[in-house]
T-cell receptor, first 112, second 114 residues
């Protein structure tokens, strides 16, 4: 079945550091890929998405590129801020299906 | 997008009791879903709430434990029945509109069972 594997945390960084969270997936066909973010005490928010190979999703300085050859969708940000402290979830959705499969989540803490 | 509210936002309950969680959307949506997020873990889909018919449950979840109602296109409830400490989780509802597979999540209900 479908599965998402993402880098285990927790990850602790200093402000302005570079952030990478690895995400790989297993799925048949051509799924859509997502990064969701969960800030402390809040629900999930969609951070960015990509729906086909080589698409790059971007939002709030975060980027991720859909790499079909490596079945990956790694999240990157060049200069993190304290406000980026959150749990980040990688997820996939099959075409023509509503169901989301989530990775385990990566907790990121950014220190001033 | 959609504005989604959940009630209660958190609760502490005794084992053996039941809790009903409400999910309200600001406009009509086709699809509503319920997820569970156990402590330190990822989200697991419990069921799809179908308007006018029985919910569709995922493997490992049963109606007797998690009865779901969806009386209209903007509202759904999830009941956690006969609770045990293992039911301590965050329960989230999400919605998607017809023609779009994008899901939007509510703020969640944090449940602690003692």
């Amino acid at each position: 079945g479908d599965s998402v594997t993402q880098m285990e945390g927790p990850v602790t960084l200093s402000e302005e550091a570079f952030l990478t969270i690895n995400c790989t997936y297993t799925a048949t066909g051509y799924p859509s890929l997502f990064w969701y973010v969960q800030y402390p005490g809040e629900g999930l928010q969609l951070l960015l998405k990509a729906t086909k190979a080589d698409d790059k999703g971007s939002n709030k300085g975060f980027e991720a590129t859909y790499r079909k050859e490596t079945t990956s969708f790694h999240l990157e940000k060049g200069s993190v801020q304290v406000s980026d402290s959150a749990v980040y979830f990688c997820a996939l959705r099959r075409s023509n299906d509503y169901k989301l499969s989530f990775g385990a989540g990566t907790t990121v803490t950014v220190r001033a | 997008s959609a504005v989604i509210s959940q009630k209660p936002s958190r609760d502490i309950c005794q084992r053996g009791t039941s809790l009903t969680i409400q999910c309200q959307v600001d406009s009509q949506v086709t699809m509503m879903f319920w997820y569970r997020q156990q402590p330190g873990q990822s989200l697991t889909l419990i069921a799809t709430a179908n308007q006018g018919s029985e919910a569709t449950y995922e493997s490992g979840f049963v109606i007797d434990k998690f009865p779901i109602s969806r009386p209209n296109l903007t509202f759904s409830t999830l009941t956690v029945s006969n609770m045990s400490p293992e039911d301590s989780s965050i329960y989230l509802c999400s919605v998607a509109r017809d023609g779009s597979y994008e899901q939007y999540f509510g703020p969640g209900t944090r449940l602690t069972v003692t």
